[in-house]
């Protein structure tokens, strides 16, 4: 099995740039993924991976094996590579590097009565990876991030999905394309927008629909706005007119979710 132990070595600075760039992602077509149950999320959503470097003082060769359940290449790492690399805090001496995903609309398998989540130029990558979590959680058949601002594969989405970057089903594509997919697929979609909106929980979600968040700053685009079936808002009680991209989705899903009965 082959060995590194010098943080120096030119395959490890190679890894520590997938980690900070996301040029040299886009470039090699790779990524990191730390943690044992990122790893085993990863696999169980058909990600491929390429290596494992692992910390035997934390994780052994065969419970490795028992995760992957294939034949990966390993390579054993030393304490001052590991944490060179690894990204959080806490730390189970694990990490693998895995082929990216195509991630096109075209890709996207939904049943006849889709509910689907479509982000639009979120920048944040905690905000991004807090939706992938509530869209796990609710079980949407598909996320769609039109005119994406940050790499979907950034460590701190990858952190903060606490996996379920792999989990859920996600296409990236403009708005345009995904407004006319939408549109094709006879999906009704809802923007949460302050213009020319009702209130969230007066429409009807059980037919296929799409929920749609923009960023907090500017919000959705116009095209967003002109072409809803219905654009909508959270009514707010308070001061302020807005509130946490993430939590305001998390409100529309689980209104969606109960009118489909769970």
Known sequence: MKQITSAQNPFIKSLVLLQEKAKARKQSGTFLIEGQREIELALKGNYELETVLFLPELITEQQITKLTQKQIPLIEISKEVYQKLAYRDTTE????????????????????????????????PGNIGAMLRTCDAAKVDAVIIANPKTDLYNPNIVRSSVGCLFTNQIATASTEDVIAYLIKN?????????????????????????????????????????????NIIIPMQGEIDSMNVSVAAAILIFEAKRQRGF
């Open 93 to 124: 001496g694990i990490l693998a590097v895995a082929k990216v995903k195509n991630l096109q609309l075209t890709d996207l398998k939904l049943p006849e009565n889709p509910l689907i989540v479509v982000m639009e130029a979120i920048e944040k």
């Open 186 to 230: 006879n999906i009704n979609f809802y923007s949460a927008t302050l213009q020319n909106s009702t209130s969230y929980h007066t429409q009807n979600y059980n037919l296929p629909t799409a929920l749609v968040v923009g960023t907090e700053a500017t919000g959705l685009s116009q095209l967003w706005r002109e072409k809803a079936t219905q």
